[in-house]
T-cell receptor
Framework: QKEVEQNSGPLSVPEGAIASLNCTYS??????FFWYRQYSGKSPELIMS????GDKEDGRFTAQLNKASQYVSLLIRDSQPSDSATYLC????????FGAGTRLTVKP | DAGVIQSPRHEVTEMGQEVTLRCKPI?????LFWYRQTMMRGLELLIY????????DSGMPEDRFSAKMPNASFSTLKIQPSEPRDSAVYFC???????????FGPGTRLTVL
């Protein structure tokens, strides 16, 4: 079993819709969770971090963490074509482990 | 403050040649990470340093790979000899342990023919 699992997609949503990205992890001792966005040909860029159960909102982005279910998600409200990218979930054990990423396409 | 700087941005070499990738991290971040990204395997951690000391190199694929960090402002990843299966994008990232946040450099796209 992979340590960090993501649906590879592609996930396609219309402009203005909510995009929901999901991630599960296998190590219960993880304490830090991150979402990175990676545009094609570019490096990963941190967009959200979350450390405790519940929701964390930052603009159009909301990260949700449920440690009991070992589940972390990212919601993107009012999706824009510029949100089209691959979204990487990362979980910190003793070092950072990344999921394979979910490719999101927002159609105008 | 400038972000993480990597050089070269692109490298094309022939099998058997030595390849050296360079990274200048963000000052004040005491962790430095080297990653490799391929379509097949995604983003893989190769090695990371804390205060210039290698902490975990278990991700280094084999003895052909080596990494050094002689000072806080410079690190290298060397592949000798290179093989076609080493073709990937190699990222360097600077880390802040207080928040576990990492800032990635632009990457080096390596092609081994």
């Amino acid at each position: 079993q992979k340590e960090v699992e993501q649906n590879s997609g592609p996930l396609s949503v219309p402009e203005g819709a909510i995009a929901s990205l999901n991630c599960t992890y296998s190590d219960r001792v993880s304490q830090s969770f991150f979402w990175y966005r990676q545009y094609s040909g570019k490096s990963p860029e941190l967009i959200m971090s979350i450390y405790s159960n519940g929701d964390k909102e930052d603009g159009r982005f909301t990260a949700q963490l449920n440690k009991a279910s070992q589940y972390v998600s990212l919601l993107i409200r009012d999706s824009q074509p510029s949100d089209s990218a691959t979204y990487l979930c990362a979980v910190n054990y003793n070092d950072m482990r990344f999921g394979a990423g979910t490719r999101l396409t927002v159609k105008p | 403050d400038a972000g993480v700087i990597q050089s070269p941005r692109h490298e094309v070499t022939e099998m058997g040649q030595e390849v050296t990738l360079r990274c200048k991290p963000i000052s004040g971040h005491d962790y430095l990470f080297w990653y490799r990204q391929t379509m097949m395997r995604g983003l893989e951690l190769l090695i990371y340093f804390n205060n210039n000391v290698p902490i975990d190199d278990s991700g280094m694929p084999e003895d052909r790979f080596s990494a050094k960090m002689p000072n806080a402002s410079f690190s290298t990843l060397k592949i000798q000899p290179s093989e076609p299966r080493d073709s990937a994008v190699y990222f360097c990232a600077a880390g802040d342990r207080a928040t576990d946040t990492q800032y990635f450099g632009p990457g080096t796209r390596l092609t081994v023919l």
